[in-house]
């Protein structure tokens, strides 16, 4: 192990100059209080061996002899006591006239320490009673203090046990001016933590994972639960359109685009038994959301063109079904179409290790049409088989759990939350939480709109009474009091605060992001209509960061753009991204005065070329050369008052006189420069095409030798 010389100087009651200083007088470099000196190195300036003179003037042997005499003083227990151990000549207590420059080690008993050490050791003159520094300066001994990220100067004086107002101390010997609510930047916590000589670890606490099936069920408790189906596969391979007709509904035509845009959760019956199933969007854009319905989903139908294949969204969603081990049947879709190939793709699977049932394997495939109805009664069929041989069984009678599948926030009821329930049966009022969300259950609607009392296992419903919108993806439960909720929902939110307050306090200098390479930030302020929308938006203009430009979303949320969003866009030389939803008429006005400039969308392709637009605007345009002619030098001419002048041919291309030349010697460049001249016999020209002779100078240079060849070029910029 190490010490630091904060902790030396601590241990040997000396100033970290003077540790310093002693150090280097051993020949060992140290830069700084903060430096780690090692063991031995220790022990042999500091240890009992040690034949070097302290500050005090006695030797290291004789130090040793006054510790001792130092343990015997607080073992005596005679209150706060200066012991000093004998030298060769007694030592005498100091007088009041003479200046003590030195530090001597003060051991003070705990019983002192608790009075606020009022008495004074009677060897010592009324003068020198009070011993502050020791004292007041003294920092419990602690290892391993866990502070969160964005901690106040408050949070941080009670971390580390001494008063906020030693931190605000610390702080200004920093050069920082804070107050007890201020937050705190991690580089700020570690710079206090060494001045304090306290250990500390910067982390947010980890919530422990809430566990899905309590151990304790009863298995007579367990019954039977609907099977939840998620609907996955490529862009336009007909998933929505698959869903609809077995709904008989439908709800394509309100998506924009065609294009599913949200998870939608809906019920339906098949030979008296229920069947949940989740439409998760296919495109890019939301892989969140896809892994997210495969994370609460019993059975995946994995929908595939038969005229187009396996697809990248396809492949991807292969690989979420095994990731979270969902069996899988294969909805091969569009058989209808002219050039539909089953046999291609029925290849295509095996390929990735999916082998059909007619190929010998245990992959379930049912050619379905869509448009026609055409398989529709067997996928059902298949997809309770499947459902059947995994058992699936839930406790109703337990608190109710599950997955938060849907948010968003109507004009007309307030935040409005989807849920899927993994076990439990929810209720008409009860307190529920999810995530930084929570409240009463003031009403419940299935997924036709009709108002329910209570729903088991497997059911999706939406549910009305939360304080906010909760996270698509969030695990909701029931807990037992409202108060319990709000408590719990608090605390996240002050988590979730904190964590938001450290990363927009750090401050970057222009330094930092010139040594980035001109790095430079498009800061989006995002809101959305629905969670689901506003997790994919995040995670496709993710993807768009580049070496050079790099996306941060400063906020992200639900509902419509605020007066409140512009103001964050104006701070931080953003702009506002609005999907599904509109600014409102303050909002509006603050960004017309701010200019702050808002887009809105309907369809995400479009936000996202849009973006990658903007983005290509803020990189700075490539340079790019384009070569105009190549001439060879025949003959030089010294012309007064011009220098040489280079008699050429042109052998390619037009000379043009902007142009830049290269001159090229043996294949090698001597002189890169501008055009001084560009004549054809006396006169001045603009252009000399290709066969034609001329005579050109270049700019300070009249090394021109017959033979060299001249290249002429033009830079243009080249927008990215």
């Known amino acids: 192990m190490s010490k630091r010389v904060y902790e030396i100087a601590r241990e040997q009651s000396l100033e970290n100059k003077e540790v310093i200083q002693r150090l280097k007088e051993a020949g060992v470099e140290v830069k700084s209080h903060s430096s780690s000196v090692e063991d031995n190195v220790y022990e042999r300036v500091f240890g009992a061996g040690a034949d070097v003179e302290i500050p005090n003037g006695r030797s290291a042997a004789q130090e040793a002899e006054a510790q001792e005499a130092r343990a015997e003083a607080e073992m005596s227990g005679h209150g706060a006591t200066i012991a000093e151990a004998p030298a060769e000549e007694p030592v005498s207590v100091p007088q009041q006239g003479r200046p003590q420059k030195k530090r001597r080690r003060v051991v003070i008993d705990a019983s002192a320490r608790n009075r606020g050490a009022r008495q ?63 937050t705190l930047s991690t580089e ?143 909805a091969l879709n569009k058989i209808d179409v002219p050039n539909a190939n089953q046999d291609r793709v029925l290849g295509e699977l095996s390929e990735r290790e999916l082998v059909p049932e007619v190929y010998g394997g245990d992959t379930v495939t049912v050619p379905v049409s869509a448009k026609t109805g055409e398989g529709i009664d067997e996928l059902l069929e298949n997809i309770l088989v499947v459902a059947e041989l995994e058992d699936l069984k839930a406790n109703p009678k337990a608190p109710a759990s599950g997955y938060v599948i849907e948010g968003e926030r109507d004009p007309g009821r307030g935040p409005v939350a989807t849920l899927l329930l993994s076990r439990g049966t929810l209720e008409k009022s009860d307190a529920v939480l999810a995530g930084t969300a929570y409240g009463r259950v003031r009403a419940m609607l299935d997924y036709t709109g009709q108002r329910v009392k209570q729903v088991g296992p497997g059911t999706p419903v939406e549910i009305l009474g939360l304080s906010g919108v909760p996270e698509a993806g969030t695990r909701f439960e029931v807990v037992d009091h409202e108060r319990i909720a709000r408590d719990r929902a608090q605390q996240a939110e002050e988590r979730l605060r904190r964590q938001e307050l450290a990363q927009g306090g750090t401050r970057r200098t222009l330094e930092e992001l010139l040594g980035e390479g001109g790095t430079q930030d498009l800061n989006l302020v995002i809101k959305a209509d629905v969670a689901g929308s506003v997790e994919a938006l995040k995670e496709a203009l993710a993807k768009l960061s580049t070496d050079e430009v790099r996306v941060n979303i400063v906020r992200s949320g639900v509902g419509a753009l605020t007066d409140s969003d512009v103001m964050l866009g104006s701070a931080s030389d953003g702009i506002l991204l609005g999907f599904n939803v509109r600014p409102t008429n303050p909002a509006k006005q603050v960004a017309e005065r701010e200019g702050v400039e808002i887009r809105t969308y309907d369809v995400i392709y479009k936000a996202l070329e849009e973006i990658e637009a903007a983005m290509r605007g803020m990189l700075a345009p490539e340079i790019e050369e384009r070569e105009s002619a190549t001439a060879e030098v025949r003959q030089t001419f010294r012309v007064p008052n011009a220098g040489v002048v280079a008699g050429c041919y042109v052998t390619g291309g037009e000379i043009f006189r902007n142009n830049r030349v290269r001159v090229v010697r043996d294949g090698t460049v001597v002189y890169e420069g501008n055009i001084a001249s560009l004549k054809r016999f006396r006169d001045d020209v603009r252009s000399v095409r290709e066969g034609f002779e001329c005579g050109v100078g270049v700019e300070n240079f009249n090394d021109v030798k017959e033979g060299d060849v001249l290249e002429f070029f033009e830079t243009v910029e080249v927008p990215r």
């Open 120 to 182: 004074a050791a009677p060897a010592a003159p009324a003068a020198r009673e009070p011993v502050r520094a020791p004292v007041d300066e003294t920092v419990p001994e602690t290892s391993g203090v866990r502070v969160e990220p964005g901690a106040t100067v408050k949070d941080l004086g009670e971390a580390f046990g001494v008063p906020p107002t030693q931190i605000i101390k610390v702080l200004m010997g920093l050069g920082e001016m804070k107050t007890l609510t201020q």
């Open 188 to 330: 700020e916590i570690e710079l206090i933590s060494v001045e304090l000589g306290v250990e500390v670890e910067i982390g947010a606490v980890e919530e422990p994972e809430p566990v899905e099936v309590a151990p304790d069920d009863d298995p007579a408790d367990l019954v039977e639960k609907p099977p939840v189906v998620t609907v996955m596969g490529h862009v336009d391979h007909g998933k929505t359109s698959l869903l609809d007709r077995i709904r008989q509904a439908n709800v394509q035509s309100g998506e924009a685009g065609g294009i599913t845009q949200h998870i939608g959760a809906y019920q339906v019956e098949s030979d008296g038994r229920k069947v949940t199933f989740i439409d998760t969007p296919g495109h890019e854009a939301f892989t969140e959301m896809r892994a997210r319905g495969a994370k609460v989903t019993d059975v995946v139908v994995l929908v595939v063109a038969a005229d187009d294949g396996i697809m990248p969204q396809t492949a991807e969603a292969i690989e979420h079904a095994r990731a979270a081990g969902v069996p899988m049947v294969v």
